[in-house]
């Protein structure tokens, strides 16, 4: 399976909330990154268990996904009618003979960086989870 497609398959898999096909993507010693948080994810295993454990109420809507190569970017949104929050990630995955060998995911929730005042005369505000038009 092309980089790409393993890509769109992972999210497909989360949001099915299909564990077994979700691990299935993985590379048994998979590293992935959560920089944001500042934690690091070691093991399919330990892969699927932080998605699978997560609160439920969530939802997967995939923005867009670009490869270059083996490479593979993704942003991600992410309502959650639980916590009433939409998070938005944005994710680097190498994908190699069809499975993910790492990743670097950024989560944030919208709206959590505010734009200070002083950007004000050279920027357009909008609502977060709108892109200007």
Known sequence: MEP???AQELWDRVQARDWVGLGELLADDVVVDWPVSGERI???ENYVAVNAEYP???AINVLRIVADGEVVASE?????ETMGEIFRVASF???RGGKVV???EYWTSLGSDPSPEWRAAFVQRV???RAAS
Do not use: C, L
Request: proline share 9%.
């Open 4 to 6: 790409k497609r393993v």
């Open 42 to 44: 070691v093991g399919r």
């Open 56 to 58: 439920e109420g969530w």
């Open 76 to 80: 991600v949104e992410v309502p959650h």
């Open 93 to 95: 995955w190498t994908v």
């Open 102 to 104: 790492e990743g670097r």
């Open 127 to 129: 609502r977060p989870g």
